[in-house]
């Protein structure tokens, strides 16, 4: 068979992303139908640069989806080599093929003749699934810490304003490399670390319904149990494994075992960036704290608590909203960093640091390997900024 | 002043202390220093003799007095048996009485590196004047047009020119060092492209900087900082444009021209002066990835090779100065903000 032609190479990926297409057209379809009632995210559609950071977010978080959960879009097998197709240009015919194998690398074969395309559609996967996840719990500690700090002020504040630049004044690389030896992940230490950046979402949500309910004890000890009891097995079960430091639960109860590289990953990515969204919800909470709602509610008799949770929180919600965005483009961004340093995952791992880590040694004479990966995390990241952008020019308006 | 600047320098020590000591905790785990008797003495000593090395040479202490001997605080160890006299302070076939008692930082002995078997001290001195030189640079290229940029962008708010200049700048922010350098190497130095314009490797760089070899990590750093300070340009120029004072001067009808220069631009630098300095912790982290990328072998090369290999006390060095390095900018920053901006005064 003849190699493909750049043209031929462009249709067939993207007849091979039909799946996303599909997905894309139905939410633009359905969101712009009732974009008035969707708030922040409705107006969203009157500002073109938010839309384009829109589409390329959800371009990539369809396809992390597709090929994730249900196996489409990727052609061959990321992890798969055939031999005959170290190195080869993109569009190169696959050599052997046989019935039913997609008969292209649409995007050439890397270092170890594995295909390029499906290596960047499975990174994206990898990435979907931490960044968020991670952002989220970033967060959430950093709310849970910066709100009380913010508030009462005193010598709580200094402590942790101290203990956050300490964390910030450290060159991330080092911090990677001092949580992710071997020698230390047997310490133990990311462990503990993660049992107690796990805990503090519980924490958030127990003070958040403790605060609400208060007044009414059987609604409270009701709701508190619905959501702290399955969070808290869940919690269990998280930081508990098999041989590891924490070894907490019987095995029968242990729901799930996350990985030991990508628990490593996980905690690394939370503890560099709940400094920096403690430092945002102080500030935020140091502002609002003087307004006249806080004071009302202070003449109430309401507790500190409902004030920061309920009362605070939700009008800080614009610019960490935007933040999130950001922080989200951030955090993908270091998950390249750690696997471009071959930190934490593993060697063969699809994800996009990996792949231009292990593109770069041919790079000046084979740079299709590296380039692609590089592509799409420019572009999920770009996509986030835009989105973030759109957001805070939206939330601005009004 | 007084007073604010003393304040701030014993936080900036007690940050230093504790990072180092965080550090060297870290690196002076039970399986490292077990590692470190292997690589030093014999790879398949038993763990006997494994502890027996570490009781011999002063590893066996306790942390918190190893930390200070590291530092210079403690007396460090000795030991005299009847092959001769040892200790952290005593060379080699050197006597107790002729050694000074405390060797660490204090004194300016940074300990060996174990990787490169050199003096840290020195070590670290050639390696911060090689990122020093690349940093200079990355600041020439990176701040004059991070700075028109912004002022471009932000002086007409909303006009075209604004538009395409933000997204340019959202553009360079959203890719990481590893990405841009990884583009910018294939597009400008492989033979793919065909356009062999400059060098893919910065390790000639590192006696004799020419255009062609330099440029390449140069720009990569520059750019992912630039589109920081250029939103952050612009923000503030935005901002200055629809003050008071500037209509004013519009409609006394001054030319457009002499508004921006004379009038805005003074004030619109402000903020963007901390960011610049604030950007210093984030521009380590990009020397990191692009001379690892480029392989040159300046500080952040020595940061990979020191924490890849365990080399505790030229990790240790190195952490040091750059702690040191973001506190002090951040000192800087902080006064600098208050020299600018005569609303800002500190009791």
């Known amino acids: 068979m003849e190699p493909l032609s750049w043209g031929a190479i462009a249709a067939r990926i993207l007849l091979q992303f039909l799946p996303v297409w599909i997905a894309l057209a139905a939410t633009f379809g359905l969101s712009w139908v009732y974009r008035s009632k969707l708030g922040l ?358 | 002043m007084i007073l604010f600047l003393l304040r701030r320098l014993g936080v900036m020590l007690l940050t230093a202390l504790c990072l180092s000591l965080i550090v060297f905790a870290l690196t002076n785990l039970p399986a490292n220093l077990e590692k470190i008797a292997k690589f030093e003495g014999n790879a398949r000593m038993s763990d006997a003799q494994v502890e027996s090395w570490l009781e011999k ?54 300990g060996e590196s174990r990787v490169f078997r050199e003096d840290v001290g020195p070590f670290i001195a050639t390696r911060l004047a090689l990122t020093g030189k690349m940093m200079f640079w990355v600041m020439v290229l990176m701040v004059p047009m991070a700075l028109v940029i912004g002022v471009l962008a932000g002086m007409r708010e909303g006009s075209k020119l604004d538009r395409g200049l933000s997204t340019l700048s959202i553009l360079t922010t959203a890719t990481p060092e590893y990405v841009s350098g990884v583009i910018l190497i294939a597009v400008f130095a492989s033979s793919a492209f065909g356009l062999k314009w400059f060098k893919g490797t910065a390790t000639s760089a590192m006696e004799n900087a020419t255009f062609e070899n330099f440029f390449l990590p140069v720009l990569t750093i520059a750019l992912f900082g630039m589109g920081y300070i250029a939103r952050m340009t612009r923000a503030s120029m935005a901002e200055v444009m629809t003050s008071q004072y500037i209509r004013t001067a519009r409609l006394k009808g001054l030319p457009f021209r002499e508004i921006v220069l004379k009038h805005a631009l003074r004030n619109a630098l402000i903020a963007p002066f901390t960011v610049i300095m604030l950007q210093f912790p984030w521009l380590l982290n990009g020397v990191v990835i692009v001379e690892t990328l480029f392989n040159y072998k300046g500080l952040g090369w020595a940061l990979v090779q020191a924490a890849g290999n365990n080399d505790v006390d030229l990790l240790l060095g190195i952490s040091l100065v750059s702690v040191v390095v973001v506190l002090l900018t951040q000192l800087i920053s902080d006064i600098g903000y208050v020299y600018l901006n005569p609303r800002i005064r500190i009791a």
């Open chain 1, 41 to 398: 995210y409705g107006k969203l559609f009157d500002n073109r640069i938010g839309l384009i950071g829109l589409f390329l977010t959800l371009f990539w978080v369809y396809t992390a989806l597709a090929a994730g959960l249900f196996d489409w879009i990727a052609t061959h097998d990321p992890l798969t080599a055939v031999s005959g197709m170290k190195n080869k240009v993109p569009g190169t015919p696959l050599r052997g093929a046989e019935d039913g194998d997609y008969p292209y690398y649409l995007l050439g074969g890397d270092g170890l003749a594995r295909d390029v395309f499906s290596r960047m559609v499975a990174g994206s996967w990898i990435v979907v699934q931490i960044a968020p996840l991670a952002t989220l719990f970033a967060f959430m500690a950093g709310i849970t810490l910066g709100l009380p700090a913010g508030y009462f002020g005193g010598r709580l504040d200094s402590v942790l304003t101290f203990a956050a630049n300490l964390i910030l004044a450290f060159p991330v690389i080092l911090l990677f490399y001092l949580l992710v030896t071997p020698e230390i992940v047997e310490s133990g230490l990311p462990a503990y670390l993660s049992a107690g950046l796990f805990l503090l979402p519980l924490v958030f949500l127990g003070l958040l319904i403790n605060a609400r309910a208060r007044t009414n004890p059987r609604r409270r000890w009701m709701l508190l149990a619905v959501v702290l009891l399955p969070l808290g097995w869940a919690y269990l079960s998280l930081i508990s494994a098999e041989g590891s430091a924490l070894d907490l639960l019987p095995a029968t109860l242990d729901l799930f075992d996350v990985p030991g590289g990508i628990l490593v990953v996980f905690v690394s990515v939370i503890f560099v960036n709940a400094p920096t969204v403690f430092r945002l919800t102080r500030g935020l909470t140091l502002d609002l704290k003087t307004r006249d709602y806080v004071a009302a509610a202070q003449t109430r008799g309401e507790g500190p608590w409902y004030i920061m949770l309920w009362e605070i929180l939700p009008n800080a919600r614009g610019p960490l909203i935007v933040d999130f965005c950001l922080r989200i483009g951030y955090t993908t961004i270091l998950l390249g960093t750690l696997g471009f340093f071959g930190l934490g995952l593993p060697p063969d791992s699809p994800d996009w640091g990996t792949t231009i880590n292990a593109g770069r040694k041919l790079l000046s004479i084979f740079p299709h390997p590296a380039i692609a990966p590089a592509v799409a995390l420019l572009s999920l990241v770009l996509g986030l900024n835009l989105l973030a952008d759109g957001l805070r020019e939206e939330s601005l308006k009004d």
């Open chain 2, 57 to 110: 040479n002063g590893y066996a202490q306790p942390m918190l007095v190893r930390y200070g001997e590291w530092l210079g605080a403690w007396p460090g160890w000795t030991r005299t048996d009847e092959t001769g006299e040892y200790g952290r302070c005593v060379p080699v076939g050197g006597t107790i009485a002729d050694s000074p008692a405390r060797c660490g930082i204090l004194q300016g002995e940074w």
